[in-house]
């Protein structure tokens, strides 16, 4: 069996590798399913040509990893953040996709700044980085739950609803709260 690892911070970015897997899986006429032991034992006996999605690498231990070197078709391990390289390496995968997120991301989400936000959304699409900044703000009140920590998130929740419904535009709107921290 073939096993490919998609993996890392960038889940859009893996979430779209996963997604021209599974599309060319369809087109070649496999069957797409979840997988478990007992599906791809079915598989083998039917002998369809099979496409497996694992989203828990923890499952396969290196006895399972033995037992499905005795089947054909393709699995793909998709894992929504960083695999640990000492995991990566006694598992021994086909093949391994790392997608990070890009330095730029990071180093805006340090110092968020107007002219940041603008380089960024060059590269990035600026809802995502909308969620980034979410993501940050949540992280900054969970280390510090305080009012003013709080009230971003609302600022930014409401600047969320207003570019959805069309009352704001979301860029001018996040220049504005860069501007006020």
């Not at 037992?67 to 093949?95: C, D, Q, W």
């Not at 009140?141 to 971003?152: D, G, H, I, R, T």
Request: without cysteine.
């Amino acid at each position: 069996m073939k096993i490919i690892v998609l993996h890392g911070n960038d889940t859009n970015k893996s979430y779209e590798r996963l997604t021209v897997f599974t599309n060319e899986a369809k087109k070649r006429g496999w069957k797409v399913t979840d997988f478990s032991l007992e599906e791809i034992t079915n598989q083998t006996l039917f002998g369809e040509e099979s496409f497996f999605i694992l989203k828990d690498y923890k499952v396969l231990t290196k006895k399972v990893l033995e037992r499905l070197k005795k089947y054909e078709g393709n699995l793909i391990v998709y894992n929504t953040g960083k695999i640990p390289a000492p995991t990566l390496k006694t598992l021994n995968f086909s093949k391994v996709e790392l997608f990070e997120l890009p330095m730029l991301l990071w180093k805006f989400l340090d110092n968020m700044t107007v002219s940041g936000l603008h380089e960024l959304i060059k590269t990035q699409a600026i809802e995502y980085v909308l969620a980034m900044i979410a993501w940050k703000f949540k992280q900054n009140y969970l280390k510090n739950p305080s009012e003013k920590n709080a009230n971003l998130i609302s600022k930014l929740a409401e600047i969320d609803v207003k570019s959805k419904t069309g009352r704001a535009d979301l860029l001018l709107s996040l220049d504005l709260l860069l501007i006020s921290l």
